[in-house]
């Protein structure tokens, strides 16, 4: 598979992960998300949710199965982001390996294709979503502070130039706002 088709999500949400909603996941047939934490379920200096995302969290639980997995190496945060949402994980996953994500997926029972990787990233959650064959999410960042936000989209766009470069469209026919 060419670096061009491993960087390309199969749909971008163009909108943080607040904007997916049960009908996007019934439109895809997704059968269980893995989400990643930090910034895209949570700003990287938070470890409480939003009641946003608790109340998204729940909705999507009635209709599929629902993991963490996170590079971030901290047990105590990303368990304690886990706990509050009710849901399994997986703490320094080294995303793009495939190696934890497949550990979710086995853990769900479901065939991978029905299964969608959710993150803010290119170069880690949508590589390694399409190194394992699941359906891959990408969503903007979620930030709480200047800084960060500043530095993260610095970082996002940087990737997208690199997957441009490497040959993903990274286009509208595949965006959702």
Do not use: H
């Amino acid at each position: 598979m060419s670096w061009g088709k491993l960087l390309q999500p199969d749909l971008i949400l163009g909108k943080s992960v607040l904007g997916l909603t049960l009908e996007i996941i019934q439109e895809y047939k997704i059968q269980g998300l893995v989400l990643d934490v930090d910034e895209t379920i949570v700003p990287i200096s938070d470890s409480q949710i939003s009641p946003e995302l608790n109340n998204l969290a729940e909705e999507v639980k009635a209709i599929a199965s629902l993991w963490l997995v996170s590079n971030n190496i901290s047990q105590y945060r990303i368990g304690r982001i886990a706990k509050s949402l009710n849901v399994p994980y997986i703490a320094g996953a080294g995303k793009p390996s495939r190696r934890k994500l497949k550990k979710a997926v086995d853990a769900m029972d479901l065939p991978v294709e029905q299964v969608a990787m959710v993150g803010d990233r290119l170069l880690t959650d949508v590589l390694a979503g399409n190194r394992l064959g699941m359906f891959t999410i990408l969503v903007d960042p979620i930030c709480n502070n200047i800084g960060s936000e500043f530095r993260g989209y610095r970082v996002r766009s940087l990737e997208v130039w690199v997957s441009q470069v490497l040959g993903a469209s990274l286009n509208m026919t595949n965006y959702r706002s």
